[in-house]
């Protein structure tokens, strides 16, 4: 796992060495890893190398310190595939979670320029403001925020956006959303978004708009989302184009 | 832009309203913004206050600080859809920046059991070993560690992979990139990774594996790159399914 010739700082060797172990399933989460005198006697170096790739691990999310008891390997991240577009709450139950939601904000402002004219509809018209901490199985994973046209998502209340306000729009409204861009940006948890989301400040954080589209063509929303970099993970399927 | 009876911290709101007057070109990129004195005295709020909203946006790369002179709108953005199976190159040259490549390691190796069968190979195969720093008008961008199997790509020289290594595969080899998978994380910036892409450490990186496929399906790579999250975002495009 480590080899003292290679260009390569020791202790990102171990760091990298140690990710391997739980990509493979050798670390198992929950398990309690060995002790970073364990690990520097096995690799002969020192315990400050040692710690280093640990903090650097336990900042990512890979391990967690429990005080007293010693360092353990995290639960693993949940990977949402980019494909399909689908509503947190259908996301958590597909993985067997349990959904929840704390709505923060719930309130109708004017449009400001900017979400108008993502919006499409004209400066001062009547927006809901929404902002929620999403839940799975009642820990928190995400920030989100979000505006949509009060004309054409009438009688949403403080109860509705509690739970999943897609299938209200869908059975309820009787709408039909076709689709969304994402934009993804890695970005670290402000003081505000860390305490929210039961992280440290200075967190890796994904920062994710969603512009959300009808059937016919009109916007129904855009979402601003904070997702735990550690609790998280993307993927996506690309094919490559018939080269010119 | 500032609503001191919103339980949001005032911070908060008024770098929210800075990125929103950049994202709307109300600020332009390579701008002077107003001083920290002119934003404490235009919003009668403390000069603290404008810092720690500045901060964050010097931070996330909305904002540069260049001493002596001021506080400036950063460049945007590079804008990458994950749509496409594209290489560094094509998406640099397609954006009108000259690609560039610093090689820090190649070598060839014995594959690791989990590159083994995230390649597909017997454990111990001769795999390449590449890491590179790739460069966007001779800025760095992206750090990039590569695996193949030397039996798929035979002939790879330090040369060849200080260009395009996608165009080698498919010129001279006459082989078919068919697909990938990419899996999505975010992480902060590690002492070594901020040397080499010039930032500091702790900064927001997109941290990517790609893993792609040759049209019969062969594994052809498995690629972990960390970008700057400072002049990356990626774009998805989502399509919602029937509902049941």
């Not at 020192?46 to 900042?59: E, G, H, Y």
């Not at 409204?173 to 689709?179: P, W």
């Not at 978004?193 to 129904?220: F, H, T």
Request: some cysteine; overall charge positive; charged content about 25%.
């Amino acid at each position: 796992m480590i080899n003292k010739h290679s260009p390569l700082p020791i202790y990102y060797q171990l760091e990298q060495g140690i990710k391997e172990m739980i990509e493979k399933g050798q670390l198992k989460p929950g398990e309690m890893i060995p002790s970073e005198r364990e690990w520097a006697e096995t690799y002969d170096i020192s315990r400050m190398t040692v710690r280093q790739a640990i903090n650097n691990l336990v900042n990512d999310g890979y391990l967690v310190r429990k005080r007293g008891k010693g360092t353990f390997v995290a639960a693993t991240k949940i990977e949402q595939p980019l494909k399909g577009l689908t509503s947190f709450s259908e996301d958590m139950r597909a993985r067997g979670m349990e959904p929840g939601t704390n709505v923060l904000e719930f309130r109708t402002i004017p449009a400001s320029p900017t979400l108008a004219q993502q919006l499409d509809i004209r400066e001062g018209a009547e927006i809901y403001e929404i902002r929620r901490i999403r839940l799975a199985d009642q820990f928190p994973m995400a920030l989100e925020t979000l505006y949509m046209p009060c004309a054409l998502v009438p009688g949403l209340t403080r109860e509705i956006v509690s739970g999943s306000i897609y299938e209200f729009i869908e059975t309820k409204l009787g709408l039909v959303i076709r689709s969304a861009v994402q934009i993804i940006e890695a970005s670290v948890a402000r003081k505000l978004e860390a305490d929210l989301l039961q992280v440290k400040e200075g967190a890796p954080v994904l920062s994710i708009q969603r512009n959300s589209y009808l059937e016919n063509g009109q916007s129904l929303e855009v979402v601003k989302s904070i997702y735990r970099g550690d609790r998280y993970k993307f993927t996506v399927e690309m094919e490559r184009k018939k080269s010119k």
